[in-house]
């Protein structure tokens, strides 16, 4: 497959960084130089500085011969421009980052569509979207449904007393059948469990489950459900505007903004909270607007320091639920051993995302699990699939790879070693990110 990427920020860049790994050709194109530096020379592809909208330059870097056009720049108008262009040069193809909700109305993307621009992505929408997630189930570290609600992904950082903690997985205390532990953060490494493996204090779980028994792995790994009724934001960027947006009713919420300017232009697209001047940074202000009893804190800033700091400013006032968007991606790890609650990063959101289209017709859904190198991958398995012809401890699966459960007829099954995955079954799959591909050929 070729693909040719505009925009070389970090949305870009890192998108090019991970199909670069890929048996993919991957060119990126900039109009300036200094973005592009020696990406060329360490990974694999191609760079070129060009504009993404000179004909010209979308001409000479091949587009016309590409099966997708991915347009990220920080332009939105651009971006829809350099798409229209390369879809008349013959591209197969669109993909254009926007920054505009309008167009996600079903019927206005249909407009694009008829033009030619096949794909549009918010990255702060998504992001507001995991923010909303991570306040419904807020003794998690992240959480995802998957397959419809069949199933659910829970990743919670464990700590001294839990009853998990010091367990063999050979033991047979995990072959409850009620969850199932598909991977453990520790440290910097991912680790797919085996026999002799255990859960230590200070490990991040990552563990699949049915809905109906998440109480059983809260009360496991020693943790408490909390209401959220009262929430201070920090930052009125387009990631809070829409998160706040889609917080249910009866909440009350503090938006704290240091730019008088956006706080008078977000009062009229954001109801239902308080928009107050003031530095969410600030540890007065913050005692001002009542942070000793807040029930969550949102930092969400352009900046990341500032969102990392104000997150553990707000745990040292007993904010027991923090959230912070973290954009520099080699700050992630810092932000998770200073343990930040929940870290957001919404190129890694985008990047899962616009690689899921990648992927062959057998994956339905793909996540990237920002605090680990993995994703969490749904496939679809069919009549013939090397994947329905053993059971799975014969499958020789690589190491990197744990299937966590299935679902089958709408039911959520948790698998062991024993499991004969049927056509039909939807597969949830825990991975490396470099073995995605490696399973792919599991389900043909």
């Known amino acids: 497959m070729r693909i040719v990427i505009a925009g070389a920020g970090e949305v870009g860049t890192h998108l090019a960084k991970l199909l670069s790994r890929e048996d993919m050709e991957i060119s990126l194109l900039d109009a300036k130089a200094e973005r592009l530096g020696d990406l060329d020379a360490n990974y694999d592809l191609l760079t070129k500085v060009g504009s993404p909208t000179s004909i010209h330059d979308l001409r000479d870097v091949g587009v016309g011969d590409a099966d997708l056009f991915i347009a990220v720049t920080p332009s939105e108008s651009e971006n829809i421009t350099a798409c229209l262009i390369a879809n008349q040069l013959g591209v197969k193809k669109t993909l254009a980052r926007i920054d505009n909700y309008e167009y996600l109305i079903p019927e206005n993307k249909r407009i694009f569509e008829q033009m030619g621009l096949n794909h549009l992505i918010y990255p702060e929408v998504l992001a507001a979207h995991e923010i909303e997630e991570a306040l419904k189930v807020n003794w998690l570290r992240y959480h995802i449904t998957l397959c419809d609600g069949a199933l659910e992904l829970c990743v919670v950082k464990v700590r001294e007393g839990a009853q998990v903690l010091g367990k063999k997985f050979l033991s047979g205390f995990f072959g409850h059948g ?33 809905r109906e028994n998440m109480k059983v792995l809260r009360e496991h790994t020693g943790k408490q459900k909390r209401e959220i009724k009262n929430i201070i934001v920090y930052g009125a960027s387009r990631i809070a505007q829409k998160a706040v947006q889609e917080l249910p009713e009866g909440m009350s919420i503090k938006i704290l903004e240091a730019n008088r300017d956006l706080c008078y232009h977000i009062s009229d697209k954001v109801n239902n909270a308080l928009i107050i001047n003031a530095d969410g940074s600030d540890m007065n202000s913050l005692q001002e607007e009542g942070i000793q009893d807040a029930d969550a804190f949102i930092a969400v800033t352009d900046r990341s320091e500032a969102n990392i700091f104000a997150c553990l400013a707000a745990k040292r006032f007993g904010v027991k639920k923090t959230i912070a968007e973290v954009e520099n991606i080699d700050y992630i790890p810092m932000a998770e051993a200073l343990d930040i609650g929940t870290v957001l990063n919404k190129k890694t959101i985008t990047a899962a995302y616009i690689y899921q289209m990648l992927l062959d017709a057998s994956v339905l859904n793909v996540r990237n699990l920002t605090s680990a190198d993995a994703e969490i991958v749904e496939f679809v398995a069919a009549e013939g699939n090397r994947i329905t012809k053993h059971k799975i401890r014969e499958l020789d699966l690589p190491e990197e790879v744990n299937i966590g459960a299935i679902v089958r007829a709408g039911e959520g099954i948790l698998v062991n070693g024993e499991t004969l995955i049927l056509p039909g079954d939807h597969v949830v799959v825990f991975c490396k990110q470099q073995a995605i591909r490696q399973m792919e050929r599991f389900f043909r």
Do not use: S
């Not at 598909?182 to 049915?210: F, H, L």
């Open 178 to 210: 009620l969850y199932r532990v598909v991977a453990i953060k520790r440290g910097q490494d991912t680790i797919i469990p085996r026999g002799n493996d255990e859960i230590m204090a200070g490990d991040m779980v990552y563990a699949v489950c049915t």
